[in-house]
């Protein structure tokens, strides 16, 4: 990639600079400013992250970004002139994941802003609940009918599912459950989206287009993990039916037999963040859509909006204490929505996993709380206890204590403050260079506690 394509300082003259005052307001801080890196530069930290779901990953994760030098009037507004970044992941679970995406804010000093991603993923450790505020209950077992008897935590819950029961028509005479509540989703997906600066450029309006092809296959008959229910001994059974595929053939949810989507996406952002990798003030509001149609191409037809604020305030005490909370709110329309769009909301920063796990109930399992609407909000205190330079690379450390609270309802207008689910932790932020941040989170709640690993702030 040619670095003629993105601002230098020498190819700013007067003129363009005067056409910059609409993001002078966004201004980096001092204190960050200073240790914002020139130039070009990479970043790649071997990828040992973990999750309760895939299980342990390792692989790469890298950035490649380009700064430009100081004297460039976007150096102190913008986090990066552009940035081309590159994972690639396997886990303990046999998930894999290869993802490239390429971001360049403010197009040679434009009001523009570009971004492509692809992504090429299989995950064969996707959890299903079922798909409407049932979910909310205590967790039973799939071949138990509502009322019968419930879990309180996640681990009294698996270890039922993996106790051998006589199976039923078409199962073999013994099964486990180990596998019944899991899915395998295989995915290909390509990105394009661009935003405008509006007026002083804290408003931007923006519109993409994404086309994926997405597969299923759920793992009843398949050697599974059981217990004997007599000796309580760890053996292998077959796995009995699959809760997904059930819902599927009774007619209660449309989509596992996967296929192609083509999807038309626009949103409305409000962004005044002085740092988005890492912000200590500022506000973030969007309104985003997508719609999916035969007339575009895909398979299905549905529309998701989704509705989202973020807010972040330095604190006068610590050398960088940011005080972050973050607002959502979404819904799904339409009368043949694939099951696969309940397990995430869209937003243009990045698809939010929803309703549990790393992205938003972190006590909780993915795809716990699932239904067609929901609302969920974060919590954190963004403390720096430490920072260090070792040569041309920067360090700092974070503590983050957090609080994550949601639910999920049937219609939108039966959103309220009942039935609501929480969470809350202890995190921690090493950030590398400014712009790379590692995530480490302890999330508790009264079902689980879960361990993760990533990158990036989840907010």
């Known amino acids: 990639m040619s670095v003629i394509l993105f601002v230098s300082s020498h190819s700013i003259n007067a003129q363009v600079e005067d056409s910059l005052s609409f993001i002078k307001s966004r201004k980096i801080s001092d204190a960050d400013l200073l240790k914002k890196r020139e130039e070009t530069f990479i970043t790649g930290i071997p990828n040992f992250s973990s999750d ?39 886990y303990t679970s046999n998930a894999r994941e290869l993802a490239l995406s390429l971001d360049v804010p403010y197009y040679n000093g434009t009001r523009w802003r570009f971004k492509i991603d692809f992504k090429a993923q299989q995950n064969p450790a996707n959890l299903y609940f079922g798909l409407t505020e049932l979910t909310l209950d205590q967790l039973r077992l799939p071949s138990t009918p509502v009322g019968g008897e419930t879990y309180v935590t996640y681990a009294e819950y698996d270890r039922a599912r993996k106790t051998l029961r006589a199976g039923e028509a078409g199962e073999a005479d013994f099964v486990t459950d180990a596998l019944s509540n899991r899915f395998r989703e295989t995915e290909y997906m390509l990105n394009l989206k661009a935003d405008y600066a509006i007026g002083n450029g804290k408003w931007r309006i923006m519109g993409g287009y994404e086309i994926q092809h997405l597969s299923y296959k759920t793992f009843e008959g398949e050697e599974a993990d059981a217990i004997n229910s007599i000796t309580g001994e760890e053996t292998t059974a077959q796995n009995g039916f699959s809760l997904l595929q059930r819902d599927f053939d009774q007619g209660n949810i449309s989509g596992l037999d996967g296929g192609w989507i083509s999807l038309f996406q626009t949103a409305l952002i409000y962004d005044t963040r002085d740092f988005e990798p890492d912000p ?84 909780y399992r993915a795809n716990r709380f699932l239904a067609r609407s929901l609302w969920f909000t974060n919590i954190e205190l963004r403390y720096r206890v430490a920072e260090a330079k070792l040569g041309k690379q920067s360090f700092g450390l974070s503590v983050t204590p957090f609080f994550d609270a949601g639910t999920v309802r049937n219609r939108w207008r039966d959103l309220n403050f009942k039935h609501i689910k929480y969470s809350n932790g202890l995190g921690a932020r090493i950030a590398w260079n400014q712009s790379t941040i590692i995530s480490f989170d302890y999330g508790i709640s009264k079902e689980d506690k879960l361990f993760y690993v990533g990158i990036g702030q989840v907010f």
Do not use: M
Request: glycine share 14%.
């Open 280 to 363: 200590t003030k500022g506000f973030y509001f969007e309104v985003a859509n997508e719609y999916s149609s035969k007339y575009i191409g895909s398979e299905y037809n549905f529309n998701k909006l989704f509705i989202q604020g973020r807010a972040y305030k330095k604190l006068p005490f610590g050398k960088r204490t940011v005080l972050a909370g973050r607002l959502g709110i979404g819904n799904i329309f339409g009368s043949k929505v694939p099951f696969f769009e309940f397990q995430d909301q869209w937003s243009p920063e990045g698809s939010i996993n929803s309703l549990g796990g790393k992205q938003s109930l972190r006590g």
């Open 52 to 90: 309760p779901v895939t299980g342990f990953g390792f692989g790469i994760r890298s950035n490649v970004y380009w700064n430009g030098e100081r004297t460039n009037p976007l150096f102190a507004h913008t986090p990066y002139l552009a940035k081309l970044k590159a994972n690639a992941s396997y």
